[in-house]
């Protein structure tokens, strides 16, 4: 995708050859011209899935998952972290382990909000290691529910997450694959 | 704004005389065309302010101010919370209490995404005590930007938050105000 590739060279901050910060339009300042685009290319990408729900995680997820959910006319699902757990009623949850903070953590959706049946399309901003998505999976398949697919906004492709979710079967879409930021430069896949 | 009463009244749980649970549609499921609508509905409200950005805080506030900042056609920014602090370089904080999970926390922007002298439009889900609005106008504040509004999706007007805001001289529109949740009812104020 384009302009996301235009944006991630012109305000994307190397910070060492694993961290790239894009905190100047997709997690914490967010550019919502650029999150429709990229919420309507997973649409695109995944037309004819018959997507039923978007699932994400808290924060950075919300907006591209937010404007994907609305380009697709279906409703958006975001899990919830430990800490701020205040959800009722039955719950769903897997463990997930940040590389980034070394802690391993409790992910959580309400079980009434995930229906067995339902196809749900999996959005991140950024695939690494792939606990996250692989959190979430986790997390549809226990409702019984399908994972139709794994959208990610940008995939660090020299880590292992992408191979790994390929390995488990699952369809990953990334708008921007990364090939290394060896040198404090972004070097793209394709 | 109708559409919201409606979804209010349709899929919104009354847990207590101070609890409205609406995880159906804003806070943890989220219904896209609803907050698109709001974003457009606080873009007329606030039309002719000369708003630079939408602040919220993460996570329940990203999607209607993601909605809010595209039909106003700025930047959205939201605040961490403390847990969630992966930002570097110099930050603007600010303390938060919670009435819900009786904690203070710290919730923080980067000062690099707060010029001097913007005029920022804060938005949030839910309006009780205020003290998130509060917290995130001392952020403006601080950065020498100018609190130009604060966008609330549902104001419980039974609490003080509305008449703190006011008091302090903050300009707050509300989409759906509460009255009353008593006997397990939800009652509107106009």
Redesign the interface.
Known sequence: MELLKQKIREQGVV?SAQVL?V???LN??????L??QVGVEFARRFAGQGIDKVLTI??SG??PA??T??AL?V????A??Q??L???GELLTARVYSF??QVESTIA??AS?LAAGERVLIVDDFLAHGQAARGLATIVEQAGARVAGIGIVIEKSFQPGRGELARLGYRVESLARIASLDGGAVRFLD
Chains 1, 2 share one sequence.
Do not use: N, Y
């Not at 914490?28 to 011209?33: E, F, G, I, L, S």
């Not at 409703?75 to 975001?78: A, E």
């Open positions: 910070l910060k905190d100047a339009f914490h300042q967010v550019d919502p011209v999150m429709q808290e924060a919300i907006a937010l404007m959910a609305l006319g409703p958006m699902l975001f919830r972290k800490q701020s205040t959800l009722g980034t903070k959706v309400a909000h």
